[in-house]
């Protein structure tokens, strides 16, 4: 019987992973796999813990979380060279990278899904030398987000973050960056900026002609000219007009780029602190193996 290692994220979210654990253990094992799982405790040197005893006789890794969860995974994997393909369920705030892959929210029918999905690769952000599988920022919604409760994330969700970040609106001081690419460059003021390998930041669909097999990313910055244009700026996203970018927008498709801050600004990846300025970004092309789930769930075994 093939093994699969279950790395779960038992405070994760809305959903409590847990209560799940013997119905996620009983399709697997109908399934012909034996769940091996890990409890995620994010303690220093984990690693070898969750990781050190992957070997051929696993299939696939099963991750149970949100974006910084996911996020947190491949980066070890990475430092350890496990190429195993990585299946997701969606049990974080926002779970911008499971909602690209196609996962559906039921625990139950993703599991089902996954197990008659096909491995496909995906391309991951490099920034500096840490991995990022959805989106890179940094700004106005990035310091919300880094400074909104656990609690109130779970409660709320994404809405904790929007709300929270108009509130901040009028008292933010605007970024000045310097962001030079391989396909053009921005020199001038940013109220928040994104890097993105998906399309979606808490749900909200930014980035519309993001591809996650493409071997580019989309860079888009918001000058923040004055606050009635950035509110209109936002709302445009969040009526989510589709394949189109308002006044005040920079939008650009590269494959690496160099971003650089006048001022010592927090970044962020995947929901969790990034590193500091200067960032080099660039697109690790087909670098992920993931497993897209089938529309239905009666495909042969993976």
């Not at 901040?168 to 928040?192: A, Q, V, W």
């Not at 690496?256 to 690790?284: K, Q």
């Given at each position: 019987?093939?093994?699969?290692?279950?790395?779960?994220?038992?405070?994760?979210?809305?959903?409590?992973?847990?209560?799940?654990?013997?119905?996620?253990?009983?399709?697997?094992?109908?399934?012909?796999?034996?769940?091996?799982?890990?409890?995620?405790?994010?303690?220093?040197?984990?690693?070898?813990?969750?990781?050190g005893d992957i070997d051929t006789s696993y299939?696939?890794?099963?991750?149970?979380?949100?974006?910084?969860?996911?996020?947190?995974?491949?980066?070890?994997?990475?430092?350890?060279?496990?190429?195993?393909?990585?299946?997701?369920?969606?049990?974080?705030?926002?779970?911008?990278?499971?909602?690209?892959?196609?996962?559906?929210?039921?625990?139950?029918?993703?599991?089902?899904?996954?197990?008659?999905?096909?491995?496909?690769?995906?391309?991951?952000?490099?920034?500096?030398?840490?991995?990022?599988?959805?989106?890179?920022?940094?700004?106005?919604?990035?310091?919300?987000?880094?400074?909104?409760?656990?609690?109130?994330?779970?409660?709320?969700?994404?809405?904790?973050?929007?709300?929270?970040?108009?509130?901040?609106?009028?008292?933010?001081?605007?970024?000045?960056?310097?962001?030079?690419?391989?396909?053009?460059?921005?020199?001038?003021?940013?109220?928040?900026?994104?890097?993105?390998?998906?399309?979606?930041?808490?749900?909200?669909?930014?980035?519309?002609?993001?591809?996650?097999?493409?071997?580019?990313?989309?860079?888009?910055?918001?000058?923040?000219?004055?606050?009635?244009?950035?509110?209109?700026?936002?709302?445009?996203?969040?009526?989510?007009?589709?394949?189109?970018?308002?006044?005040?927008?920079?939008?650009?498709?590269?494959?690496?780029?160099?971003?650089?801050?006048?001022?010592?600004?927090?970044?962020?990846?995947?929901?969790?602190?990034?590193?500091?300025?200067?960032?080099?970004?660039?697109?690790?092309?087909?670098?992920?193996?993931?497993?897209?789930?089938?529309?239905?769930?009666?495909?042969?075994?993976?």
């Amino acid at each position: 019987m093939e093994k699969v290692r279950f790395i779960y994220n038992a405070k994760s979210g809305e959903t409590v992973i847990t209560e799940y654990l013997d119905e996620i253990i009983s399709i697997y094992q109908n399934k012909g796999f034996s769940i091996v799982p890990y409890r995620l405790t994010f303690a220093d040197e984990e690693e070898e813990d969750m990781l050190g005893d992957i070997d051929t006789s696993y299939n696939h890794i099963l991750i149970a979380g949100g974006d910084g969860t996911v996020n947190y995974v491949v980066n070890a994997m990475k430092s350890y060279n496990i190429d195993l393909p990585v299946a997701v369920l969606p049990v974080g705030t926002a779970n911008d990278f499971a909602t690209m892959l196609g996962v559906p929210a039921d625990i139950p029918k993703a599991c089902r899904r996954i197990l008659a999905g096909d491995v496909v690769n995906v391309d991951l952000g490099l920034a500096n030398e840490e991995y990022f599988v959805n989106v890179f920022s940094c700004g106005l919604f990035t310091e919300v987000s880094q400074k909104t409760p656990t609690i109130l994330k779970n409660n709320f969700g994404k809405l904790a973050y929007y709300f929270g970040g108009l509130g901040e609106l009028p008292s933010f001081r605007k970024m000045h960056i310097t962001l030079e690419s391989d396909n053009g460059n921005y020199e001038g003021s940013s109220i928040i900026f994104f890097v993105f390998n998906g399309q979606t930041a808490g749900q909200l669909r930014l980035a519309h002609t993001s591809k996650i097999d493409d071997g580019l990313l989309d860079v888009l910055v918001i000058k923040g000219d004055n606050p009635l244009d950035t509110l209109r700026t936002i709302f445009h996203f969040i009526k989510r007009t589709p394949k189109s970018y308002p006044a005040g927008i920079y939008h650009t498709q590269c494959s690496e780029l160099t971003v650089y801050s006048y001022n010592d600004e927090h970044t962020d990846i995947d929901g969790e602190p990034g590193p500091r300025f200067p960032v080099r970004i660039s697109c690790a092309k087909g670098a992920l193996k993931v497993i897209k789930p089938s529309i239905h769930h009666t495909k042969k075994r993976l």
